[in-house]
């Protein structure tokens, strides 16, 4: 791609360099430790599900008693493939007799390592096959029913309850959105375990469950074929059980993800240690599942200044870029995020906007680009926030992003109703199609507003990532430097859940989706 922003090519590959020897060091500590949810999550993969009387998960009692008995450095897949090859039972059978205390997994007789690793991966091939199935399922579908163009139109649901999501879900569909999110209940990415089965009872969201999940694909399958387009399911593995809800999000054919690796560190408050470890290996399996990851760069503009602080957006880019890399998601994959968070009343705002749009289009230019929406500044003047959100789309069809979360009119004031959501596709899609090739026919003035606010802010990114890749990027989020966030290596939620493996843990789930 020809660089209409004049941008620095050795600039770029020393961002990127940076960025890539941040992420070796990132990935040397993922690699020495596991977590209570990435335990959890290979359970799951196993066939582990439903939960006791009380309502606690089987794959949480699984893995809290194997903590307790010291056995989670080691690894759920060691216990569990010995206690099938013991036992003749199937890794269900097995969790559910360690919920109602009639085994411990950790004083059976240890069979042979080789029989043991053997097992373990041939338990985890079931898992893998249902997933390669799931994402053949989608080329099929878009092979036959097609798709609609990029910007694909990307609404959110959010009425608490899965039912009513369904229909207000497949309107959007009907009215020409191409990929809906459910959005989680408030507080979902703090809870240490997945709720089980169909909820009705969410606060600001839906909770994410695999039954939930699977209603909600079923659905869009069914207006996809209604109308002629596959609709793309969206929902969020961050938080506390990241790993786990991509897990589920894989077996029932989610398509994009909320998947970021700073996300819940910063905007709430889970350790990094856990983070960071988390985040591979859900990655690793949305990258085999074919699922688009959304990242959250977009959020450091909530809370620090889009002007003053743009470069931390690329910066983070550039990160979650080789961290993705590392977990086997291909660009392709890459939904990076970023967002039209300017002050309105800035002079020339638009132009400073599109030359970021344009920035992340072409230093990523196989990703399809996740824009964000204008919020920090919509009021609850309606008539001005539909302006606010043409603008926003006159720079994405400009720029050629991939995948449009369309603003609403009505943000600020409530959850949007169906008819708000209607009015942001008709929005969109009056602004794309007459708008359809002004990147391809515009170019911009050489040493202009444009190409000087984009040189400056890659310069700034650059120089961030040489400091990051000095300090690491532990230490840099100790100091606060993305988002104006100050977070602890050892506080947060979540760290007890974190630790060193041992000479015998094995997660056969890695090498397998890895090595697809």
């Known amino acids: 791609m020809k660089s209409k922003l004049n941008l620095d090519q050795s600039l770029i590959d020393r961002a990127r360099n940076s960025a890539r020897n941040i992420a070796e060091e990132v990935q040397r500590f993922v690699d020495q430790h596991t977590t209570v949810a990435v335990e959890r999550t290979i359970l799951r ?53 360690i919920a109602a205390g009639e085994l411990d997994i950790t004083k059976l007789p240890l069979k042979p390592e080789a029989e043991i690793k053997a097992k373990a991966e041939e338990m985890a091939l079931a898992a893998v096959e249902r997933v390669r199935k799931n994402r053949e399922k989608r080329d099929e579908y878009l092979s036959t029913i097609g798709e609609g163009p990029k910007p694909y139109l990307y609404v959110i649901v959010a009425t608490g309850n899965i039912y009513e999501d369904v229909v207000q879900a497949q309107a959007a569909a009907r009215q020409g959105a191409d990929v809906i999110a459910v959005i989680r209940t408030t507080g979902q990415s703090l809870l240490d375990y997945v709720p089980y089965g169909a909820t009705t009872e969410g606060f600001g969201g839906t909770y994410a469950t695999q039954e939930n999940f699977r209603i909600m694909r079923k659905a869009l399958d069914e207006v996809g074929e209604e109308v002629g387009r596959y609709i793309r399911l969206c929902n969020y593995c961050s938080g506390l059980c990241m790993p786990e809800i991509a897990a589920m999000g894989a077996l029932e054919r989610l398509d994009v993800m909320l998947n970021d690796a700073l996300y819940g560190i910063l905007f709430r408050d889970i350790n990094m240690q856990r983070t960071f470890v988390d985040q591979f290996f859900s990655r690793t399996i949305n990258g085999f599942a074919g699922v688009i990851i959304n990242t959250g760069e977009d959020n450091y503009l909530t809370t620090a200044d889009a002007v003053e602080e743009a470069h931390t957006v690329l910066a983070s880019q550039f990160m979650n870029e080789q961290l993705a890399l590392k977990a086997g998601i291909p660009e392709e994959q890459m939904g990076i995020g970023h967002a039209f968070e300017m002050d309105p009343s800035i002079e020339n705002g638009f132009l400073m906007e599109l030359a970021q749009a344009q920035m992340a289009r072409e230093i990523f230019p196989k990703a399809p680009l996740k824009y964000m929406p204008p919020t920090k500044f919509m009021t609850g003047n309606i008539f001005k926030g539909h302006l606010q959100d043409a603008l926003f789309n006159m720079i994405s069809i400009w720029t050629h992003q991939g995948i449009q979360l369309l603003g609403m009119m009505t943000e600020a004031i409530h959850t949007p109703f169906m008819s708000d959501r209607a009015l942001s596709i008709e929005n969109a899609k009056y602004i794309f199609n007459n708008m359809r090739n002004i990147g391809d026919e515009v170019e911009f003035k050489e040493g202009g507003i444009i190409q000087t606010r984009a040189a400056e802010v890659l310069q700034k990114a650059a120089d961030m990532l040489a400091d990051i890749e000095e300090e690491g990027l532990f230490a840099t989020i100790e100091q606060g430097k993305f988002g104006g966030v100050k977070r602890s290596r050892t506080g947060g939620k979540g760290l007890d859940g974190v630790v060193v493996k041992d000479d015998k843990y094995m997660n056969p789930f890695i090498p397998l989706m890895l090595n697809r």
């Open 45 to 97: 993969l196993y066939g582990v599900d439903g939960t006791d009387e009380i309502g606690t998960p089987l794959p949480n009692i699984v893995v809290d008693n194997l903590k307790k008995a010291g056995g989670l450095s080691t690894g759920i897949a060691y216990f569990m493939a010995n206690a099938v090859l013991n036992t003749g039972l199937t890794p269900q059978e097995i969790a559910e007799k």
